[in-house]
């Protein structure tokens, strides 16, 4: 099975997430992409470290309701918040709108195979309020909270503390005036630009993969409470670059969620990453999240140098169960869907492959089971489900290949958007 941070990741750039690409490459709009700056040797102050920004109108509405909720928290971590109902309800929404996205799908998924027990839509949104959104005291500071810090960012002092979505640090970098709105009603002398570039501290090789970048910079923050401006500085900042909010809090969820063992490590578009996460003192919150760059795991396409390679190249792997691919699926075909539903899967490896009483499980936990006497290596398999086990929600789902021995080999997420067209077939 695939890193569950790269399924995550892939289920989110089908959704609302957008494809992070370098300055020198022509993006998709149809996608929507968000360029990093290759020249961040630069020592200008107004560099642009993130340059064009392109987010397609039917992926707007979670950044939308998200910024709703930027000017909600207090900017000092020592400062008192009072939800108002209105600040209430904000919230409730955005969460309601991000619970059932791809990959909050995947995730929920994970967690409930992990843990081994049903995870209902309730228990999972009480699990997302209680990580991100619950206030929790610590260390004299009387309310803090995941999504404030990972996604707003706070003063202590004179510093920057988390500030970890790439989208907020894109409005703030010289664009917020022109989008959110926000700022201009509270502060109407403030300054576009309220970002300085201090530098790269990128790792070795970290900018040919633009899916995260690594810099030191000047914050001018906007405090609420007071109607001033605080100059702060960060002298390390990460973060992913091109995921949504929830893709971001859905990574962070499965790395801090308590119930299950889920990997420190992530290996996400060819790059590896040590995903750091560290919790409130009681464990019950999530305190902050980054990716630290480790190294890169593959070939550097396009490169004007030799292409980098791992230091242990790839080995080629004997066919396997884990050859065996979904690649396509008919979600919503023309008509009744009962009995014209399919999924193809195809065999990656370089020898043939038999499969026997292996299943296709839906969201619900709905399953189909199949053989196939012969898979050849390259040749691919269409599955027609009857309609009597799996079936595939035309709101959005997942799709789970077990083995024989009720293995997972591969999982695969789709949203609304992508099957609302009746006889389409969706790839993955």
Known sequence: MKDIYQLIWEADQNENGIQPILSTEEGNPEKGFIKVNTNLEDSNKDLRVLTDLFIPEHKKETYQLGLRLFD???????????DTAEERTEVHNFVDAIIDTAPMQVAREYVAQQTGSSLTRQRWYNTLMEMWFRKYSMGGDPHLSGFEHVVMGEQDGSKAKGYHFWYKYYLDDG?????DGIYQDAFPELQDDRINYEGTKMADNQEHYPETVTISYRWFAPDYEREALRPLFKKIGGFFVGCSIEGLLALGTVRGHLGINAPKKAVINGAEYEMKLYHSNNRRHIRTFYP????????????????VVVPDPPIIVPATPDNIRIIAALINPKGDDRGLESITLINIGPEPMAINNWRILDKNGKSTSFSIPTLEAGDTYKLVLDGRGAQLSNKGGI???????GEMIHLVSYSYG???????TTLF
């Open 175 to 179: 664009f917020a005036r022109l989008q």
């Open 72 to 82: 909600n928290y207090a900017l000092r971590e020592g400062d008192e918040e009072l």
């Open 292 to 307: 630290k760059f480790i190294r890169g795991i593959s070939v550097v396409p396009d490169s004007p140098e030799p292409p």
């Open 418 to 424: 992508q099957v609302r067209t009746q006889g389409k």
């Open 399 to 405: 799709i789970k290949l077990l083995n024989e021995k």
